[in-house]
């Protein structure tokens, strides 16, 4: 009898021994900029296109060495694709103080005066521990559109995952001044 009730107990606790802990969660989030001017009224960001590689739960710490390197146990918030869109919507309408900026799958979604489109080629650390943000910008309208690469280098405030993330936050806000410079034009 003894027996048989040490066996239940164990089986009961096997569950709670293999449980794996809940992931440490990460957002990006916006930081301000200089205010610019000469912007369209309207602007729609469309959904941010990531490198396949990116789209995952859990954080990319670097893509070094034909490698990846994932972050088993933080992960993203949200998709981080909808968390870069939102990012930069709000990253603009701060430095855009005349516009008013949205994004294209938002619940409001006016004609638009242009067009904003990302493709996010690479955001981890390289060999050195530096955030590495690769993008192209589009902006414009029909045939009037302006493309532009950009590439970052941050170096995080400190090491581990916050500090990763935060180095990722700068480098989206140094790609919104770019977006928020060719925008002013």
């Known amino acids: 009898m003894l027996r048989r009730r040490t066996l239940i107990l164990l089986a009961a606790a096997l569950p709670a021994a293999c449980a794996s802990p809940n992931p440490n969660l990460y957002t990006l989030m916006p930081l301000p900029g200089p205010a610019r001017s000469g912007a369209p009224k309207t602007i729609e960001l469309r959904s941010v296109a990531l490198a396949r590689y990116l789209e995952r739960s859990q954080i990319v710490r670097s893509s070094e060495n034909f490698r990846l390197d994932v972050l088993g146990n933080d992960w993203w918030g949200e998709p981080l694709d909808a968390m870069l869109s939102r990012v930069l919507v709000q990253n603009l309408s701060q430095r855009l103080p005349g516009s008013t900026v949205l994004p294209e799958n938002g619940a409001i979604t006016p004609g638009s005066d242009t ?33 532009r690469a950009f590439r970052f280098s941050v170096t995080p405030p400190s090491a581990g995952t916050p500090g990763l993330v935060s180095g990722m936050s700068t480098a989206v806000a140094q790609l919104s001044d770019g977006i928020a410079d060719m925008l002013g034009r």
């Not at 955001?123 to 590495?132: M, T």
């Not at 690769?134 to 009037?144: D, L, P």
């Open 115 to 147: 067009m904003v489109a990302v493709n996010m080629e690479r955001l981890d650390a390289d060999r050195g521990g530096a955030v590495i943000l690769v993008a192209q910008a589009s902006v414009g309208q029909g045939s009037n559109t302006a493309t």
